[in-house]
């Protein structure tokens, strides 16, 4: 009997040692720690998502309103691309008006031919200044690229397939043709033959 209880006594006190508690609570320590690394994880993980959710609807706005900004800017430009232009055309039309009311007040044809001379040469350094220049044409080798063949005429005075006449000028833009010139193209003049003029 008292080695029973005395063999009990050494299990409890094997038991209630501070190694066998020590293992008894490890394993329960172990999940709590798991579980809350898990949390912790998972919650910053989802902070994460969180922050990078709201920085791509922020970057999406800000592209939105840059995209909105970049049209009206591409409209506004489209608006007013031509105002130099406009601006420098507005001298001619005020020559023209001058001419108008110099021709009323004095009708003297040679001063008004005069005027509009002057006024169509300002005209050609306005396009000049633009880079825009008559396209060469008179007493050319006809040039389907630049010009536009309206008719064509018999003559000897220029060899056949040349410009022999040119009806409304063309022009270039840079290099770039932006109206070709409307010209009449010399055809060679077939003689008749004898036997035809005998019939």
């Known amino acids: ?37 898990k949390k912790d994880g998972i919650h910053e993980l989802t902070e994460q998502l969180a922050s990078e959710k ?33 601006r420098q055309l ?20 040679a001063s008004l031919l005069e005027g509009v001379k002057m006024i169509h040469k300002e005209t050609l350094k306005l396009l000049e200044t633009f880079n825009v220049k008559p396209v060469d044409a ?25 410009v022999s006449k040119v009806l409304q000028k063309g022009y270039l833009l840079h290099d770039r043709l932006i109206r070709p010139a409307m010209v009449v193209v010399s055809k060679r003049v077939e003689k008749e033959t004898e036997e035809i003029k005998e019939n």
């Open 138 to 162: 008179e007493k050319m080798t006809f040039d389907p690229n630049f010009h536009q063949a309206v008719t064509q005429e018999e003559t000897d005075e220029f060899p056949e397939n040349t």
């Open 54 to 86: 709201d920085r791509v609807l922020r970057l999406s706005a800000e592209f939105e309103n840059y995209k909105k900004r970049k049209q009206r800017e591409i409209d506004d430009f489209k608006k007013f691309a031509n105002e130099m232009i406009f």
């Open 1 to 37: 009997m008292a080695k029973e209880n005395k063999k009990r006594n050494n299990d409890t006190a094997t038991e209630d040692s501070p190694e066998k508690k020590a293992e008894k609570a490890e394993p329960k320590d172990k999940s709590t720690k798991g579980d809350k690394v």
């Open 90 to 109: 507005l001298t001619i039309v005020d020559n023209f008006e001058r001419a108008i009311f110099s021709a009323e007040e004095n009708p003297d044809e």
